[in-house]
Structures are given as C-alpha cells and as structure tokens.
C-alpha cells in the first residue's frame, strides 16, 4: 500500500516510515522539510496521489493554548479535504489518552477538536490514544523542576517506547478503520514520582523527587488515573530499563 505519514520526519514518524517500508509498503514522509505544509495545504494533493493510508503524526511548533488549537484545527481540516479529493480509504491519528478527562489543558484541548475533525470527516478513521513516551521523560522531569528540585504528582503513570507506539500505529494502518479508538500502553504502571525517582537515579541526576499532589502536569492538576488507560489497552513489550539501555548505547 502507499501510506504517507504527515510528520514523518519526527520521532514517531521517522520510526513508522522505516517499519512500514520494512513490511514492503510505499511508506511516505510528508512535512516540510519534504515540501508538503498542512498548514497553507502545499504539497498535498501531490504526495496524497495513490495513496490508501494517510497517518497524522504531525505536532504543532507551539503549545501556546491559541496556536495549538489554529494548527490542528487548520492542518487536520487541510489534511482532510484533499484526502477526500484524493479517495483516501484510511485516516489514522495519533493522540494522548486522557484527553478528556484535561479539557482544560489547551494542548488536550486542541487533540479533542482535531478528533472530531476526523469523526465528522467521512472519511474511515482509526485513532490511536497513546501514553507519554518515554522519548520525553527528560523534558517532564525539567518542566517540573522548582528550585533545584522536580515535583511529581504520586498518581498513576504508564508511559511507552516510541518504538511500541509505531508498531501500533504501523500495525492499525494496515488493518481495517476502527471508525473508533484504541489505547496503547507501556508495560508497566508506576507511581509517577517512582518512575521519576528511578529515572534520574538511572540518568546520573542528583536532583531530589518531591511527590506533590498539586504539582502540574503541562499545566494542569491530575487524578490519579488521568495519565492511564483503560483495561483494554494494547501494551507495549519495551521496558524503561531497556529502552534506556539501548538508547545508552547508541
């Protein structure tokens, strides 16, 4: 099949370019710096040509609350009328689970209303609700750093390899449109402070780990099952540890 992937020169893009290619697909990377923009709609109708599979991985530059909800609302909307115009048979997209139980965080905001873009498109749909990528679990640990020390609300916590979210991704593309949503998963569910406790111990990081009930999570207040899927889940097979291990080793 030819399947382009819209931010597939990103982390997660770059990964199922490469699995999908594996796996003998036309596997395409589309962005800007492959002169396709979902934003002013340049090189759509062109790499969307044949194809049967369109994968939205794309993430907007700004997580300011307005300029996250103008760039999925207008690249999904670009996005989706020339698959239209093209005949694209299959709509995938990757977002967060918990998305609504945050609705007042922008960036979750943003992924709810570009979801029921997608919905309403008519277009057959799957989406792909992931937990936070250990990719990012630095970031999280320096977001929430106060005075030397990192703040971590004690709830529950389950993030995955990139590599388990584009098997999952790659996997579902290939399959029948969900016209619904799946949850994917790490492995194992932590206490969020005791993953962060581990992590840094395991990064050389001296920084002291405060289990803080209000701390932010990107700037909102969680519950203790905000960040966690529910019981059907698909889960992935990469541990912390040895996602660390071979990222080490690199």
Do not use: C
Not at 23 to 42: D, I, K
Not at 130 to 138: G, L, W
């Amino acid at each position: 099949m030819k399947i382009v992937v819209i931010g597939g020169t990103g982390l997660i893009g770059s990964k199922l370019v490469k699995k999908l290619g594996e796996h003998g697909h036309e596997a395409v990377a589309a962005s800007p710096n492959t002169g396709v923009n979902t934003l002013t709609g340049e090189g759509l109708a062109e790499v969307l040509k044949g194809a049967q599979v369109v994968i939205d991985v794309s993430n907007s530059p700004s997580f300011e609350r307005e300029a996250v909800m103008k760039f999925f609302q207008t690249s999904t909307g670009n996005l989706l009328a020339a698959e239209a115009a093209a005949g694209v048979g299959h709509h995938v997209a990757v977002s967060i689970v918990g998305t609504e139980r945050m609705p007042e965080n922008g960036y979750f905001a943003a992924k709810i209303a570009q979801e029921k873009l997608i919905e309403k498109s008519g277009i057959p749909f799957s989406l792909v609700h992931s937990t936070q990528f250990f990719e990012f679990a630095r970031g999280i640990a320096d977001e929430s750093t106060v005075d030397g020390k990192v703040h971590i609300a004690p709830v529950l916590f389950q993030p995955i390899a990139g590599d388990d979210v584009a098997q999952a991704v790659g996997r579902t593309a290939v399959g029948t449109p969900l016209n619904g949503r799946i949850e994917i998963a790490g492995s194992t569910q932590y206490k969020m402070d005791e993953f962060f406790r581990k992590a840094l111990a395991a990064w050389g990081d001296t920084r002291e780990v405060l289990a803080d009930p209000q701390a932010r999570y990107f700037g909102s207040v969680l519950g203790e099952r905000s960040l966690v899927p529910g019981e059907d889940a698909q889960l992935g097979t990469i541990t912390y540890k040895d996602w660390l291990d071979q990222s080490t080793a690199k």
